[in-house]
């Protein structure tokens, strides 16, 4: 009996074993022949929507309802408040974003509160200049001309300066880089005790005052220079769109990203926050900085002693710059004062969220953003991308709404709070998110400046976006003239015989497209992400595949007078008026760069397969690798560091890629189980390029071995953080040096491979 009883428990064990193995078995067998079955299903049922395309008529109707007409109206109501985050004006306007999106038809749309620090003058900070017995003989202007009597107008201030008082004779330092810096001791100018003033650019604004504050100065002036932003003649806005001499560049000090006190980590209720009073951050000196306007710089700088500045130094004030220190006869006796009074706060900030929910994979996002705050009133940074962001959530909600619609993935908009303090409001939003978003986000899309111009639109993303925003492009009319000649074709720089064909935003960029090796481009330039928007907690740090889309100047073209950025930029003077009348007239560069936008959302949240392309990342990597060859083989040969292990893990991803491509054109696309793998895959190829120990020598949220730029050399075309590694001289003896390159070529070595083999067929078992 106790033979019997353990057979037939044996034999129910073995019965258990084949029932666990089958059931699954069967149930998968059924599955994919429910789906492979010919008979028609209907085509607005789950199950068709499943294993098909999207209607291809979609693509088309959304193009066609952006309207240049509406994205005007929304620009024109969007300013006429001010939008600097943490006021009353700043949920005014996240009230005005949720209404608009209820109305349109999104499925949700919620405000998400963060208590974050910002930044603010107590009373306006100034710039004095007084004689030996302390009379003031000059005291610079607070607001821009015009907008003295203007309640809401926020004053000239740099956010995160420390609030203090300096005093001491002048000193002109160019851009305050570190070379500059260098240049003037080394010709004998001792800075210690002294004021310095600055041009806006060549560096950050923060680094400015770090540098400074490095080699003794007590306080930091910046201004925008006439020769980069205005005209010291005129004429200058609101005859043109050039800087007059009263306009000011606001700005943050700040070089990290998010909430200061909860670095890491979401700026909630319970968070726990770091001393306000005692905040140390990338950027951020111990030492006062102040903007002011080109004609109270002039005041300061024509006066000054010592020797001349360089020519490459010089710049438009209309007379030859000095370096200081102080000032020639008869006003020897004068010095200048800082006033700061800026304090730190707790405020709270909005995001504003909306969804229009997926009919086919609800959890997988597509996710779409644009700031909201502004430093006055904001018209092209942000509203002008706001206002477009407005118009794609319009028609897109109106086909949902309609219920003739649907997208198979969900689309999430960000109205992001308080970027322009340090990306405060998308980065709290990620941190709150980061596991839903690591494992789920398939794209992000940015749209900070729409237009700040109006000749050509420039891209700048993952390589994996390459194909999908340039194919977008392709079905966009441009903005200029509409039919293609046969004059214009025979130098096409495209090559292509297209006589006569209505003319596309893409041909307008590849004919903005600088040559190469002195031949016309064929195709228009993709760029590397910068930080300077709210990518960077997607891109940088979550490896999510991001792109931001903005049209542009091109300097190149007769008659263009170079700039940096759009004059206005950052403020009073960048309101409606000044984008109607000098960036975008008939807004149909604002109406181009929403009808991209709105066609590369289609794309991702349609289209069965992920419009990823890994054969554009492997060109990227393989452009890496040759730059690494070209700019430091040398180098790298002399200390014996070999590249072979770096080429073979391209070499390795270069052809999983081929393979996937080749497995993306062939997948069953009535088996969802084949698609939904086969997408996984791409869905996690960026993210397999994040290092999670961070970049050496990077802020904090920097990861991306594949993305950036070198902070030591932003032309480099090789691997940025590699980059760093050699041409840093501030790591120590060469012995030290040569050991951090090593270690980062191993790094980047080790993550290639692992994205390789992320793309295999078989993963870890192959």
Known sequence: PAKKSRFVSVR??????????????????????????????????????????????????????????????????????????????????????????????????????????????????????????????????????????????????????????????????????????????????????????????????????????????????????????????????????????????????????????????????????????????????????????????????????????????????????????????????????????????????????????????????????????GWVYGAVDPASGTACMLEITRVLGALVKAGIWRPKRSIIFGSWGSEEFGLIGSTEWAEEHVKTLTQRAVAYINVDIAVMANDTMRVRGSKLLQTAIFEAAKKVPSHETRVVSEAADMNSKSREKRTGHDKTLYDTMVENTPDVEEQPAKTPRFLELGRGSDYVVFYHRLGIPSVDLMFIQNSDKPGRTPVPIYPAYHTAFDTFDYVKRFVDSDFKAHQAVARVAIETVRLLSDSMILPLDPLAFADKLQGYLTGVRMEHGEVLDTQGVSLDYLESAVTNFTSVAVRLTRRIRDVNKMNPLEVRALNDKLLYLERAFIDPLGIPGKPPFLWHVAGGFSRLNSSSTAFPSLTDAILDDDVGTPAQRLDAINKRLSVITFIIQSAANLLKEAGIAE
């Open 12 to 373: 129910w064990q073995q019965l258990a074993l084949v029932g666990l193995v089958a059931v699954p078995g069967v149930c998968l067998g059924v599955l994919i022949g429910y789906f492979s079955r010919s008979t028609a299903l209907p085509t607005h049922s789950w199950e068709y929507m499943l294993t098909h395309e999207g209607p291809t008529w979609v693509s088309q109707r959304l193009i066609d309802d952006i309207s240049a007409a509406n994205i005007e109206e929304n620009l024109r109501i969007l300013t006429q408040n001010t939008r600097l985050a943490g006021t009353a004006a700043d949920l005014e306007g996240a009230h005005y974003i949720r209404d608009r999106w209820l109305a349109d038809g999104l499925d949700d749309v919620i405000l998400t509160p963060y208590d974050v620090t910002l930044s603010y003058p107590t009373s306006p900070n100034t710039v004095t200049m007084t004689t030996g017995d302390g009379t003031v003989v000059f005291t610079s202007r607070t607001i821009e001309e015009g907008f003295e009597d203007d309640p809401d107008a926020v004053t000239y201030y740099n956010a995160y300066s420390p609030a203090g008082r300096a005093e001491g004779d002048l000193v002109f330092a160019n851009h305050g880089a570190m070379e500059d810096f260098r240049y003037l001791v080394e010709h004998g100018v001792d800075l210690r005790g002294k004021i310095v003033i600055v041009k806006y650019g060549g560096v950050g604004r923060g680094d400015k005052a770090v540098n400074a504050e490095k080699f003794g100065a007590v306080g930091v002036i910046v201004y925008s220079d006439p020769g980069d932003y205005g005209n010291p003649d005129g004429p200058n806005y609101p005859e043109t769109w050039y800087l007059p001499g009263s306009g000011v560049q606001r700005g943050s000090l700040n070089g990290e990203y998010g909430d200061l006190l909860t670095p890491g980590y979401p700026a909630n209720e319970y968070a726990y926050r770091s001393d306000i009073n005692n905040i140390t951050a990338t950027g951020l000196s111990s030492i006062p900085t102040q903007p002011i306007g080109w004609e109270d710089a002039a005041t300061l700088m024509r006066y000054l002693s010592g020797p001349m500045a360089p020519e490459d130094w010089q710049g438009g004030l209309g007379f030859n710059y000095s370096v200081g220190p102080g000032f020639v006869a008869p006003y020897t006796d004068r010095n200048v004062q800082l006033t700061v009074t800026n304090q730190n706060v707790l405020r709270r900030t909005y995001n504003v969220i909306g969804t229009i929910r997926g009919s086919v994979e609800p959890d997988r996002f597509v996710l779409y953003g644009n700031h909201r705050d």
